[in-house]
């Protein structure tokens, strides 16, 4: 199990929140009525229509898996924490998700593309960070300008990315991190990346100090 980085866990925090309909801080299989129909709500979708029927399988089909991992009918942020650890681990993209894990993100990207023309124009961007995440207005426009013109590989970087440096912090809009007006500090890597450091040089065989690629950057 990887150790998650503090802006991996802000973003999962806000990701598990997400599904979180009820606001009870838990996942239960309740929610995930009151999450499709904040996306009925949002999307208009009938229910009988095959964009709302793929939505809720995709879904369904995340949450029982949510229950199977663990040992309650529900998720509480410390069961999700370490659930998303253990899939991180090694993964260094979304190739190495399991299926239901991938779907996730063309879910979510049906949802922004309201028109359905399969492109996310800025306009969709902004009114999703308003009307679904909640942010103001001006706000909304300003962040989804920026989100437009940077977004690749989002979601990979969404749960891959340690520093709020990557395309991934946009995806739902609200992190207050802005690597445009920080400043930054040399600090210590986390000790799992000084131990993956050691094993690396001994394999290679390499002598000296590893000290100069213990160092990683970090904002204040």
């Known amino acids: 199990m990887v150790l998650l980085a503090p802006f991996q866990k802000e973003k999962l ?15 239960e299989h309740d929610d995930l009525h009151g999450f499709m129909k904040r996306i009925v709500d949002y999307t208009q979708w009938s229910t009988n229509s095959p964009a ?16 199977e991992k663990t040992e309650h009918n529900r998720v509480d942020l410390d069961d999700w924490l370490k659930l998303w650890s253990k899939l991180i681990h090694g993964s260094m993209g ?26 996310i124009r800025e306009d969709e961007l902004a009114d999703f960070y308003t009307k679904f995440v909640k942010l103001e207005s001006q706000e909304a426009k300003v962040v989804a300008k920026t989100a437009h013109d940077t977004m690749t590989d989002i979601f990979a970087n969404f749960l891959l990315g340690k520093t709020p440096y990557g395309p991934g912090r946009f995806i739902f809009g609200c992190f207050e991190h ?15 990346d000084e131990e993956e450091i ?11 100090s590893t000290e100069a690629v213990r160092l990683r950057l970090k904002k204040v």
């Not at 802005?178 to 799992?192: E, V």
């Open 13 to 27: 925090e806000y990701f598990f929140n997400f599904f979180d309909s009820n606001g009870d801080s838990f996942i």
């Open 52 to 67: 709302y029927n793929e939505m809720f399988g995709v879904h369904e089909a995340f949450f029982e898996i949510l229950m």
């Open 94 to 119: 979304m190739q190495n998700f399991p299926v239901w894990l991938r779907l996730l993100p063309k879910s979510l990207f049906r949802i922004i593309d309201r028109d359905e023309d399969g492109i």
């Open 178 to 192: 802005s690597p445009h007006h920080t400043k930054f500090k040399l600090i210590r890597g986390t000790d799992d």
């Open 198 to 208: 050691k094993i690396n040089v001994e394999k290679k065989g390499r002598r000296g």
